[in-house]
């Protein structure tokens, strides 16, 4: 065996330009598969870094009315949802991995003004205590609610980022105040995501998942809630899990408790997970979908290049006649004769491969560089690629090597 | 008996049309005998010889090797009867051209499964006993006719084979060196060695101590030159 590859080294060097051209359609076959992983791979790591790795592992169950979520505004108080009691509550926090959780109350609201600015599309969140926790957010600047707050239906607001800068422009926002629904509220602090979260808009599928977040969140107490809405309203859950693999499967259970006390005639009604996970996938697919058509082109032009293989193999034999004649007149078994030339074609496409490989990692370096998608190099995905060419040269290598074998030597040896 | 063919026909069919070339031939080999075969060309000697090493089979005859009839053989059998039993001298050598003297020889250890340390150690002494131990490292492209054909002939006894097959061993050569293949050939018979040359020069035939005559694919024994002589004087 050791044997076999060192003459075919020896073959394949003594024919450096030869066997370069036949190894091409390999190459470009290889390097074409390893850049299109290394790009998906990369643009799925970031997706879910994106998505699910930004470390607060929460999962968000609101109310749907089929596949939208209930909208308050324009559909009122929906018959047979009850408000989330201790009850309830508690059922949730016994879930497995569940480390926390708070109801609270959301509306979309248009009516947000700072003197004349006002924040398109922002939404209002009633909330208590336990929500900024739950979320993992951290005060920035000013303070959090109070007791007093709540207990006194205080008309006071804590903003994030994007509704602060939406609102004031720069301006600082502490003390101020804003109106909701011609309510003046006095803001006391900024929130923030103790980690963050900057998502790397990459495309149009990229856009739409962060779009609702960046809108802009303006919070106050639950209490002061039906001053400028309703009592009673239908509220949405957040949950805190323990680790990101447990998120969908949490998320899930707890959308089911709340949906066994949901009692509406409209079965379209029901609480649902924002399944971050699921969304992954989602996108991940969609790239995979438009890929796996390149990949197919890629494993055809490696098809043509184990032609390209079998046709200079069959060259070899014809060439090497007399040396087979001579090899089996001394001894060699057609298994020697077989052995050697599935070999060295062997050899050759892996070598095929080798390049392949590397001018992949090349060609995905460029192409990071280029159109600033993210590339990772998947480390399984070359080995696997210098197996299957491998796998390409054993199996186009079966038909010229079996008739090297078979050849008879006399007719082999008589040929000058 | 080391060889031992009786009544060997064989025919090759050419369009339809039966071509008998050897016919009914008869020879037996002593172990440590030197024979020549010696006919004009086209008489059959070639394809006596495929038939004697194994490669090809008669139409019909017995043939035994060393007690063994090989025509029950099976292809790998055979194979390894060639391995083992046989070293092939031809008239071009065929010699591996990118390999050295070193690695030719040691072609058919590799095959009989000789580990790597001892297949050198087993090329070298052949190669040393062809007088060739300090061209080991050569190409063939860097070696004579005459020393091609001797480290052709290292290779075919580096397995120790029963039987040495030579076709036309000098028939490529020029005449001091063709002397030198037949001394060699002198020697590894002195050492015990049966050799089977096939020549169509009857000088070369000469060295051998028997003489067969092969025409038109008929076989008889020679008488020697020497003993003609003898008669004569
Ligand atoms: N495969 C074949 N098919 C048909 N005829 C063949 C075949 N091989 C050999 N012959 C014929 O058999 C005869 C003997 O051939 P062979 O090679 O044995 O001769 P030779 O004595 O070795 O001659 P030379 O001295 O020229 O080498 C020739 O007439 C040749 O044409
Ligand atoms: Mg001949």
């Known amino acids: 065996m050791l044997e076999n590859i060192r003459l075919s080294f020896k073959g394949i060097w003594s024919h450096k330009m030869r066997s370069f051209l036949t190894m091409l359609g390999i190459i470009i076959g290889i390097a074409a598969i390893i850049a299109i992983v290394s790009t998906i791979k990369g643009t799925n790591e970031q997706i879910k870094e994106n998505l699910i790795g930004s470390g607060d592992n929460t999962v968000e169950i609101s109310l749907y009315q089929g596949d939208w979520t209930y909208e308050m505004g324009y559909e009122g108080i929906p018959a047979g949802v009850p408000v989330i009691n201790s009850q309830m509550m508690e059922e949730i926090k016994n879930i497995d991995h569940v480390v926390g959780a708070s109801a609270y109350l959301s509306r979309q609201e248009y009516e947000v003004y700072h003197l004349n600015t006002s924040i398109s599309g922002g939404n209002v969140l009633g909330v208590d205590n336990s929500y900024f926790s739950t979320c993992n957010y951290i005060i920035r600047r000013g303070r959090g609610f109070s007791q007093k707050d709540y207990s006194q239906f205080r008309k006071v607001a804590l903003l994030d980022k994007d509704s602060s800068d939406a609102l004031f422009q720069g301006e600082d926002p502490l003390g101020k105040t804003i109106e909701i629904k011609k309510e003046p509220f006095v803001v006391v602090g900024i929130v923030e995501k103790s980690k963050i979260f900057e998502p790397t808009i990459n495309s149009i599928e990229d856009y739409y998942t962060y779009s609702q977040d960046a809108s802009g969140k303006i919070y106050i107490p639950n209490t002061t809630w039906p001053i400028i809405y309703q009592f009673d309203e239908p509220q949405n859950l957040v949950i805190e899990v323990e680790s990101t693999d447990d998120m969908t499967n949490a998320g899930k259970s707890a959308a089911d408790i709340l949906n066994s006390y949901v009692s509406s005639s409209d079965e379209t009604l029901k609480y649902k997970a924002e399944d971050l996970l699921e969304q992954a996938k989602q996108i991940q697919q969609l790239s995979q979908s438009t890929n796996s058509m390149l990949i197919w082109i890629a494993g055809i032009s490696l098809i043509v290049g184990g032609i390209g293989v079998m046709n200079i193999m069959l060259v070899s034999v014809t060439e090497r006649t007399q040396e087979i004649g001579l090899k089996k007149a001394i001894g060699a078994k057609k298994s020697n004769i077989l052995g050697q030339f599935l070999t060295e074609a062997a050899v050759l496409t892996s070598m095929g491969g080798i390049m392949g490989v590397i001018s992949g990692i090349i060609l995905a370096e460029v192409i990071s560089r280029l159109s600033e998608m993210p590339v990772a190099i998947s480390v399984p995905a070359a080995v696997g690629a210098v197996v299957f060419s491998m796998a390409i040269g054993i199996v186009f290598g079966v038909f010229p090597s079996y008739k090297a074998a078979a050849l008879d030597p006399i007719e082999a040896l008589r040929r000058e | ?233």
């Open chain 2, 1 to 233: 008996m080391i060889l031992d063919l009786q009544h060997i026909f064989k025919d090759y069919n050419q369009d339809k049309l039966v071509v008998p070339v050897l016919k009914d031939v008869n020879l037996q080999v002593e172990e440590g005998e030197y024979v020549a075969i010696m006919g004009p060309s086209g008489s059959g000697k070639t394809t006596l010889m495929n038939i004697i090493g194994c490669l090809d089979r008669p139409t019909s005859g017995a043939f035994e090797l060393a007690g063994t009839d090989i025509l029950t053989l099976k292809d790998k059998e055979l194979s390894n009867v060639r391995l083992n039993s046989i070293g092939f001298v031809f008239q071009s050598f065929h010699l591996m051209p990118k390999e050295t003297a070193l690695e030719n020889v040691s072609l058919p250890l590799s095959y009989a499964g000789v580990k790597k340390k001892e297949r050198k150690e087993r090329a070298l002494k052949a190669l040393t006993r062809v007088g060739l131990e300090d061209r080991a490292t050569f190409m063939p492209t860097q070696l004579s006719g005459g020393q091609k054909q001797r480290v052709a002939i290292a290779r075919a006894m580096v397995n120790n084979p029963k039987i040495l097959l030579a076709d036309e061993p000098t028939g490529a050569l020029d005449s001091k060196s063709g002397a030198q293949i037949m001394e060699l050939f002198q020697k590894l018979n002195d050492e015990g060695v049966t050799i089977v040359m096939i020549t169509h020069d009857s000088n070369i035939a000469s060295h051998a101590k028997k003489v067969y005559n092969i025409i038109d694919g008929e076989i008889s024994q020679a008488v020697k030159k020497e003993e003609t002589h003898e008669e004569e004087n």
